[in-house]
Every structure is written in C-alpha cells, then in structure tokens.
Nanobody, 119 residues
Framework: VQLVESGGGLVQAGGSLRLSCAAS????????MGWYRQAPGKQRELVAA????????NYADSVKGRFTISRDSAKKTMYLQMNSLKPEDTAVYFC?????????????WGRGTQVTVSS
C-alpha cells in the first residue's frame, strides 16, 4: 500500500491543522492505521491510531482531548484533526498503515509532512 500525507504547515500556538493520509492499493493489506511523529533529536512516537474495521481509536496522552483521528473507508483516507496546537507538537508527522496479527506486524509508511507550531 502507498501512503501520501498532506495538510502540514506552519501555525501559531492555539491554532488548528488537519492532516490527511490517502492510501492506494487494497485495503486488505492493512487493518490498522495511525499517525506517528518525530521531532528533531527524538524517537518516532505514536500519536493516534485507528482500527480500520471498527473505527476504534487510541491516543497518546499528550494529545488526548486535542487531536482526533478518523477515517473515510470509501475514500481510503485517514485524517488527524489537531486543535489547540502547542509548540511541542512541532514534528514531522508520518502516516502508517499496518497489518497486525498474532505475533506479526507489517508496516507501510508515508514520507511525512512537517507541522510547525510557533509560540
């Protein structure tokens, strides 16, 4: 599956952005999607994830109540609505699609989109 992110940019603290991730290829190749981010000098971390089938979600504690992950199955697109952005949200945001099964995880990654939050 190929993934293409869009929607990043520069925003002031307190502002909002919406990221999109469009998937091409068969949806049978993944059953979970998520957003990860990586700030300079830091490890990549999970921001939010969504199970493609039932839409269940989970979030990093740092973004709970501010970010919302969603998907449009018909469009094979995932979104991340980011509100009340903080400077510490500045990072490259990566889209992930994964096939997750017992003892196995096969990942696909997008190239990333930069999000910069100014104070």
């Amino acid at each position: 599956v190929q993934l293409v992110e869009s929607g990043g940019g520069l925003v002031q603290a307190g502002g909002s952005l919406r990221l999109s991730c469009a998937a091409s290829g068969s949806t049978f190749s993944f059953n979970s999607m998520g957003w990860y981010r990586q700030a300079p000098g830091k490890q990549r971390e999970l921001v939010a994830a969504i199970t493609w089938g039932d839409g269940s979600t989970n979030y990093a504690d740092s973004v709970k109540g501010r970010f919302t992950i969603s998907r449009d199955s018909a469009k094979k697109t995932m979104y991340l609505q980011m509100n009340s952005l903080k400077p510490e949200d500045t990072a490259v945001y990566f889209c992930n699609a994964a096939w997750v099964g017992p003892g196995i995880r096969v990942n696909s990654w997008g190239r990333g989109t930069q999000v910069t939050v100014s104070s």
